[in-house]
T-cell receptor, first 114, second 115 residues
């Protein structure tokens, strides 16, 4: 079972920031939070990941709460091309854990509107 | 670097047949994972290979199998195809460094239709 809870869908106006929330209240101390997105019928695309600290890259920012029970993915200036399903995933990082498996939930369907 | 490539991109088979799908990981990536995506079940993990060994397997029947070659390329096989096997099959590769898995990069998938 997926260890995350996300809203089923969200809308965002083009040019505005898109803030996608994720709850992961049972996250363990060594588990990372990963975000992927999937544009229709394509393979999922890695966006960003983090453990404790906030992270930023060229695509997005990831804000993780201090208790690590929730996080928010921020797309600072959403474009129509950001319309996709966004998946929040928690997983242990180490090779000695149970393999390199990502458990996908239902994700959030983000619709960016003109 | 070239991304993850999967062949073929589209495939049509009939019930009872078998199929083999191929995945070439990003150069230097030794971990290859396979996923099945259907409208009803979403994205589900099939199995993962590292250094030609299956390290983890999802909850799929034995008709689903895979292997990895010494060059890290991987194949998955589905025997005795059923209508419910129609899906997008995705391959992902990742590097392993310092005892940690890096992020997985996905290929475009193979769209399998079983008639």
């Amino acid at each position: 079972d997926a260890k995350t809870t996300q809203p089923t869908s969200m809308d965002c106006a083009e040019g505005r920031a898109a803030n996608l929330p994720c709850n992961h209240s049972t996250i363990s101390g060594n588990e990372y939070v990963y975000w992927y997105r999937q544009i229709h019928s394509q393979g999922p695309q890695y966006i960003i990941h983090g453990l404790k600290n906030n992270e930023t890259n060229e695509m997005a920012s990831l804000i993780i709460t201090e208790d690590r029970k929730s996080s928010t993915l921020i797309l600072p200036h959403a474009t129509l091309r950001d319309t996709a399903v966004y998946y929040c995933i928690v997983r242990p990082p180490t090779f000695n854990n149970a393999g390199n498996m990502l458990t996908f939930g239902g994700g959030t369907r983000l619709m960016v509107k003109p | 670097k070239a991304g993850v490539t999967q062949t073929p991109r589209y495939l049509i088979k009939t019930r009872g047949q078998q199929v083999t799908l191929s995945c070439s990981p990003i150069s230097g990536h030794r971990s290859v994972s396979w996923y099945q995506q259907t409208p009803g079940q979403g994205l589900q993990f099939l199995f993962e290979y590292f250094s030609e060994t299956q390290r983890n397997k999802g909850n799929f029947p034995g008709r689903f199998s895979g292997r990895q070659f010494s060059n890290s390329r991987s194949e998955m096989n589905v025997s005795t195809l059923e209508l419910g096997d129609s899906a997008l099959y995705l391959c992902a590769s990742s590097a392993v460094a310092g005892g940690l898995y890096n992020e997985q990069f996905f290929g475009p998938g193979t769209r399998l239709t079983v008639l």
